[in-house]
């Protein structure tokens, strides 16, 4: 996702991608900022089918299995009008998946009704560009902040990502940097 920040893996050869699907445990924490005041923590078990890829001669059209856990971290709320509300609630929001399906946790998220904020695909148009403005972004919320590798035999590797600038100025507005940092540094 061109719109996510954060930590990534690069496998080059076929051969490396078949032997790290085959042999790594992965696991990635993702933070979003969403609309809304979210559940306090639980699992999203809701099959998705693949999008649409023109570039494809045949497409895969059956819903596969997708599951992803969440741990809400903060609640808040800004004073940006949404339609009868004069305030827009806002979450802070800890996922790590079991599955990793194209798009999962933003289609998950706008699943529960609580969509990424910036998310041009699966979010709210109005309510993007009123954030926008509001905090000064140009971008989705989405970060992955920490990837924690084992391969057999290996040492286990604990990638951490900073956030970037617009995400972290939106969490110190919010009050939300001090949720942010420990609960990321519980879980290095």
Known sequence: ?????????????????AFFNAN?????FYFVVARGFAP?????????????????????????AAVSHFKTIAFGEVPVPLGKYDKTRLSLIRLW?????????????????????????????NLN????EYFGISRMLLHCALLKIQLPGAASLAVQAPL???FK???????????YKADIDALS
């Open 1 to 17: 996702d061109r719109g996510t920040s954060g930590a990534i893996i690069f496998v080059f050869s076929p051969e490396d991608v």
């Open 24 to 28: 790594a445990s992965i696991e990635k």
């Open 40 to 64: 306090q923590e639980g699992t999203i078990d809701h099959a998705l089918r693949p999008p649409v890829d023109p570039y494809l001669r045949t497409q895969k059209t059956e819903p596969q």
């Open 97 to 125: 998946l079991e599955t990793g399906r194209q798009h999962q946790i933003r289609r998950h998220l706008k699943w529960l009704a609580h969509p990424v904020i910036g998310d041009a695909t699966y979010g709210k148009g």
């Open 129 to 132: 560009r009123a954030l926008y």
């Open 164 to 166: 970037d600038d617009e």
């Open 169 to 179: 100025n939106v969490l110190d507005r919010m009050g939300w940097l001090e949720n």
